[in-house]
Every structure is written in C-alpha cells, then in structure tokens.
C-alpha cells in the first residue's frame, strides 16, 4: 500500500436501496449500463455490479439480469467489472454464486463473515412504498441473519478462483478480517488481494474514526503488506470515512449501492458524481486516481480480454 495511487470501486446500485427511496437509483439494464459507463469516465477503476428486475426494482441474481447489460459495459469502458456474490441476504450462496461462476469476472466481491444485517431503521424515513417488496425487504431485517459461513465461503472461492476470479473480501468487522486470516493461513487466499473494510450497516462495526483506525490496524497486524486496503462507508459517511481511509494510505469505494446522497440532505442524481466528488477528496490530499490498468497491476488482475462476457 505504499503507492500513491488510489483505486476507487463504484458499487452501481446494489440490494439495500429500494426505488422510493430515491428516483435515481439504476434498476434497469440500459440504467446500470449507463451509470457504471459514466462512473468509470469519471474515473471509476473497478465497477462492482448487481442486477435488479427491471420492472420492481427488486434484487435479481440469475445470470440473464447480468447478461443484459455486461456486454455493453466492457465494450464502452476498460473498467474492470466486479460481480457481487453477496447478492442479497435472502438468497442462497448458490444462488448467490451464479453470474460470477458463469461470467468469470476479473473481480467478485465475497462477505467473510455472517452478520445480523439491520436495515429496519430506515422504516422511519419512508411511510409509502411504491413496491410491496421494499417494506417486507426492511422490516425482514429484524430477524435476519446474512449468511456466510465457513462453508459458504469455500463454496465461492472453489468455485470462482479456478477461472482465474479474483475478490474484493468484504468485512464488515474485525471477526471478519480474522476469518480472512484463516483462509490465507489454509493457502485457499493468495496475496495480493483487496480487502474492502465496510462502516456503518447496522449489525457491523460503526463509523467513528477510531473504528476505521482500529480495522487498518487489525489488517496490517494480521496481513503486512499482502493485501491492498479500501473503505466504504454507509449512508452519510461515505465521504467521510472515504477521507479518513485516503488519508491514511487506503483506496475508496463509493457508489448508489452504499449511498443514496451527494451531501447532507441531498441526493446524489448519479453514481458519477459521487465518483467525481470523492476524486476531489483524493486529489486533494495530495494523492492520485489509479486507471483500471493500474489497479489490475497492484491486484494482479487476469485482464479483461479473459472473462466469459
């Protein structure tokens, strides 16, 4: 982590936010399209994907969703193009697992660890729904546990790391980096790879300086200098858990997955100017935005010219 440059992920749309929540989250393939070209010109080095039902707006994992927009992404941009296994907490690792064993992206992102995954507090901001799903989607979370086991985990990494897959290793604390540990310790994690810490879902650790302190440490202590560091932070903290991070020598992820806003009280009109506005962050600190080559040469990428879309 001694570079300069910093890697910035943009996640397009994710599974937390619903569509009432905000009029510009992408749920369409020609939106996501849209969007992830648009974030990696504003300089986006890795694009991280979900796929949604176009006509709800509802998290959708088979690979057709993907399908429909991942070609058009490559050939308009040299992104590389990263594809969630998280999916979303009411899946299964199976189902969860398809696009990427069948895309074969350069990047899938993998949770290291299970969690209670409380998204029921933002019941309090919204009183009408425009889809029957997004209330069941938040009030489920009371009683709900993110999956990721041991099992689980080996599932994902057997089945991606063979067609030359490499991952973004989400923790959500520190347990989690400790879980990362043991995998490296048992030769099924080879460096270098990303560890991507996450502040502020309600079930992981928070978003106060010390707490993003305390996840650099706990990962330097256990991986020295095998691995890349990169934040993101939910909700209102993004920027400000972004400048902590940069600050620090650390990369940055943003994007409508992990914030509806562009300030307070105001929200973002597109997954590029979130991009935008966190490269102005780096640059000011004095440090540089990583073109996608660049960030396939710090995580040993396989290229885009070797993936199956």
């Given at each position: 982590?001694?570079?300069?440059?910093?890697?910035?992920?943009?996640?397009?749309?994710?599974?937390?936010?619903?569509?009432?929540?905000?009029?510009?989250?992408?749920?369409?393939?020609?939106?996501?399209?849209?969007?992830?070209?648009?974030?990696?010109?504003?300089?986006?080095?890795?694009?991280?994907?979900?796929?949604?039902?176009?006509?709800?707006?509802?998290?959708?994992?088979?690979?057709?969703?993907?399908?429909?927009?991942?070609?058009?992404?490559?050939?308009?941009?040299?992104?590389?193009?990263?594809?969630?296994?998280?999916?979303?907490?009411?899946m299964t690792v199976a189902?969860?697992?398809r696009p990427a064993m069948?895309?074969?992206?350069?990047?899938?992102?993998?949770?290291?660890?299970?969690?209670?995954?409380?998204?029921?507090?933002?019941?309090?901001?919204?009183?009408?729904?425009?889809?029957?799903?997004?209330?069941?989607?938040?009030?489920?979370?009371?009683?709900?546990?993110?999956?990721?086991?041991?099992?689980?985990?080996?599932?994902?990494?057997?089945?991606?790391?063979?067609?030359?897959?490499?991952?973004?290793?989400?923790?959500?604390?520190?347990?989690?980096?400790?879980?990362?540990?043991?995998?490296?310790?048992?030769?099924?994690?080879?460096?270098?790879?990303?560890?991507?810490?996450?502040?502020?879902?309600?079930?992981?650790?928070?978003?106060?300086?010390?707490?993003?302190?305390?996840?650099?440490?706990?990962?330097?202590?256990?991986?020295?200098?095998?691995?890349?560091?990169?934040?993101?932070?939910?909700?209102?903290?993004?920027?400000?858990?972004?400048?902590?991070?940069?600050?620090?020598?650390?990369?940055?992820?943003?994007?409508?997955?992990d914030s509806i806003w562009?300030?307070?009280?105001?929200?973002?009109?597109?997954?590029?100017?979130?991009?935008?506005?966190?490269?102005?962050?780096?640059?000011?600190?004095?440090?540089?935005?990583?073109?996608?080559?660049?960030?396939?040469?710090?995580?040993?990428?396989?290229?885009?010219?070797?993936?199956?879309?």
């Amino acid at each position: 982590m001694a570079s300069n440059k910093v890697i910035i992920t943009c996640a397009i749309t994710g599974a937390i936010h619903t569509p009432t929540m905000t009029p510009h989250l992408p749920i369409t393939a020609d939106q996501i399209a849209s969007e992830a070209i648009a974030a990696a010109e504003a300089g986006a080095a890795i694009l991280h994907l979900h796929a949604r039902n176009p006509e709800t707006g509802q998290p959708d994992q088979s690979p057709e969703a993907f399908a429909a927009f991942l070609p058009r992404i490559k050939q308009a941009t040299n992104a590389a193009i990263n594809l969630t296994t998280g999916g979303s907490p009411y899946m299964t690792v199976a189902e969860r697992a398809r696009p990427a064993m069948q895309f074969q992206p350069e990047v899938a992102s993998l949770n290291m660890g299970s969690m209670n995954f409380g998204l029921f507090p933002l019941l309090n901001k919204y009183k009408e729904f425009q889809h029957k799903w997004e209330r069941e989607h938040l009030e489920g979370s009371r009683d709900l546990v993110f999956r990721n086991s041991f099992k689980d985990i080996e599932y994902v990494l057997e089945a991606c790391y063979g067609n030359g897959t490499r991952f973004e290793f989400e923790c959500y604390d520190t347990s989690h980096l400790y879980n990362l540990a043991h995998f490296v310790d048992r030769g099924l994690i080879k460096p270098p790879f990303l560890v991507q810490s996450v502040f502020g879902i309600l079930g992981g650790i928070g978003t106060h300086p010390e707490d993003v302190a305390h996840m650099r440490r706990t990962a330097d202590r256990l991986f020295g200098d095998a691995y890349e560091w990169s934040v993101l932070g939910a909700g209102a903290a993004q920027f400000r858990v972004a400048a902590m991070a940069a600050a620090m020598g650390g990369h940055v992820r943003v994007g409508l997955e992990d914030s509806i806003w562009i300030g307070r009280g105001q929200l973002a009109e597109s997954n590029a100017d979130q991009v935008r506005k966190v490269r102005q962050i780096v640059e000011g600190l004095g440090r540089e935005i990583a073109t996608p080559d660049e960030a396939r040469a710090m995580l040993a990428l396989k290229g885009g010219d070797k993936v199956a879309f």
